[in-house]
């Protein structure tokens, strides 16, 4: 079981750039598919999740209407556009499994979440 992501890089503020996670070993269909990312001194946070049951969305506010998450179910890949990035949106950002969102507006990752290697993000003028 395995994930891999991709896709970072440094962009400008404003700029736009779209991250895969790619899944080998297990259905993407079963299992909820989330993006996290972690600030340097910052802790992780969840950013966005596709719920495994009927894959809509969830983002939390400060990215919504800016990052727009997706999957492909024949490609066992996940997606993350990420549109109007500002500097606030640096971080090295993973993908995970079994994520959930929160009544308090987050984004979490079970216990038994897969979490694939990090991928960074550096927007920056």
């Known amino acids: 079981v395995q994930l891999q992501a991709s896709g970072g890089g440094l962009v400008q503020p404003g700029g736009s750039l779209r991250l895969s996670c790619a899944g080998s070993g297990f259905t993407f269909d079963y299992y909820g598919l989330g993006w996290f990312r972690q600030a340097p001194g910052k802790e992780r946070e969840g950013v966005s999740c596709?719920?495994?049951?009927?894959?809509?969305?969830y983002y939390i506010d400060s990215v919504k209407g800016r990052f727009t998450m997706s999957r492909d179910s024949a490609k066992n890949t996940a997606y993350l556009q990420m549109d109007s990035l500002k500097p606030e949106d640096t971080a090295v950002y993973y993908c995970?499994?079994?994520?959930?969102?929160?009544?308090?507006?987050?984004?979490?990752?079970?216990?038994?979440?897969?979490w694939g290697q990090g991928t960074q993000v550096t927007v920056s003028s």
């Open positions: 995970a499994t079994n994520c959930a969102p929160t009544t308090q507006g987050t984004v979490v990752a079970g216990p038994m979440a897969m």
């Open positions: 596709i719920r495994s049951s009927d894959g809509s969305a």
